[in-house]
């Protein structure tokens, strides 16, 4: 039995759960998500707490359990607490600012970049050298902050471009020199 598919979800308040075959929406303070789920998986609402069931212990239906039940536990922390994930750009003249829901980066092309915002995403920039992204659906968040990494991503012999702040660098050493 999946350890993760196992356990039980419980509804906080302020959360509302509705189960339509296998459509779930969860609605909460932050807004509403909607996700369709495998027809194989069951999703039980007893008194505040969901549950996930598979019907056999095929292999796909095994992997299928512990992933239904974490993307619905997602869905009810993105609607209640929301999901922000942190870059840092780093580099001489490398910098990030928020224009209305636009962010605008000079990276050292000719041209600034310019991300405009998926719906249910925004940018937060504290400082030139930070982007934060935030939303409520994690899958959303994740993939916007992808997509701005790509637009100059790390390089390995100064350092210069965007990370994940967590992210570590494995830095390589530049040519040897003649002796």
């Not at 609607?79 to 001489?92: D, Q």
């Amino acid at each position: 039995m999946s350890r993760i598919g196992k356990k039980p979800i419980t509804i906080p308040e302020g959360v509302e759960v509705k189960i339509d075959g296998q459509n779930v929406t969860v609605k909460g303070p932050k807004g509403t998500l909607t996700k369709e789920f495998h027809k194989n998986m069951k999703i039980n609402l007893e008194s505040n707490v969901l549950k996930v069931e598979r019907p056999d212990d095929e292999p796909s239906n095994r992997s299928l359990h512990g992933l239904t039940r974490t993307l619905l536990n997602n869905m009810i922390e993105g609607t209640t607490k929301g999901f922000e994930r942190k870059l840092e750009v780093n580099g001489v003249g490398y910098r990030a600012q928020k224009q209305g829901t636009k962010l605008v980066m000079n990276l050292g092309y000719s041209h600034p970049v310019e991300i405009e915002a998926p719906e249910g995403i925004s940018f937060d920039v504290p400082n030139p050298n930070e982007i934060i992204v935030k939303g409520m659906d994690k899958e959303l968040v994740g993939q916007t902050a992808a997509v701005i990494r790509t637009k100059r991503p790390p390089e390995v012999y100064r350092g210069k471009g965007i990370k994940y702040v967590e992210e570590v660098i494995r830095r390589k050493e530049g040519k040897a020199g003649k002796k």
